[in-house]
């Protein structure tokens, strides 16, 4: 997939800005939680093009932004109504919204989106199960689940973040997505290296 834009300039300026926890991205060029993320949100868009979207754990809302740049609705979700708050603030178009939701309990009705997006919010979870079972839920026969999460293997048996429940190695992961999806595809991303650089790459 073609990496098509990086990330587009905000129209407005929040009033209650997000600070940096490391709990949820926050966009700032040159950190590598934010890299992370936005090389995933810039991987979808071909798959978001005049499509129904939900962005399930849509955090501070650029991802969400940005896949309505391409999608004919988009939709952020995050439990946080301070999250949510901000993202209403600082991001408006005609086709995007955001909602308080429980990523495991959603407020849809069955078979809604064409794509769901969830990028580094299963670790975060208690209950992935319950959080599958309604992504499938809401999700049109046909439709693709574009989810990631931390490859523990690549962790040398540290954590990536305290705020997480539970991290997965790779066969943890697609015995978990397997469980619940008739086709499974895995993607990696990956560093490489470019002379004094090192950039992000499926």
Not at 2 to 30: V, Y
Not at 45 to 59: E, P, R, S, T, Y
Not at 179 to 190: A, I, P, T
Request: proline share 2%.
């Amino acid at each position: 997939m073609k990496n098509k834009k990086i990330i587009p300039e905000a129209k407005n300026k929040s009033k209650h800005p997000l600070e940096w926890t490391g709990e949820r991205s926050i966009p700032q060029e040159g950190r590598y939680m934010f890299q992370r993320h936005l090389k995933a949100y810039q991987f979808s868009m071909d798959f978001c093009q005049n499509k129904v979207i939900l962005d399930a754990g849509c955090g501070e809302g650029y991802g969400s932004n940005l896949l309505a740049e391409v999608a004919t609705k988009a939709i952020g979700i995050d439990i946080s109504r301070e999250a949510i708050r901000h993202a209403r603030e600082k991001y408006s178009r005609e086709n995007l919204h955001y909602y308080v939701t429980d990523v495991v309990n959603m407020d849809f009705a069955d078979n809604t989106f064409d794509v769901i997006v969830s990028f580094q919010v299963i670790e975060h979870l208690n209950n992935p199960l319950k959080f599958l079972k309604e992504i499938k839920r809401v999700l049109k026969k046909g439709g693709w689940a574009i989810i990631s999460t931390p490859n523990k293997s690549l962790c040398d048996g540290h954590a990536f973040g305290k705020y997480h429940v539970k991290e997965y190695r790779y066969h943890e992961f697609m015995d978990l997505l397997n469980s619940y999806f008739d086709k499974v595809e895995y993607y990696g991303l990956h560093l490489k290296s470019e002379g004094s650089t090192v950039k992000l790459r499926f």
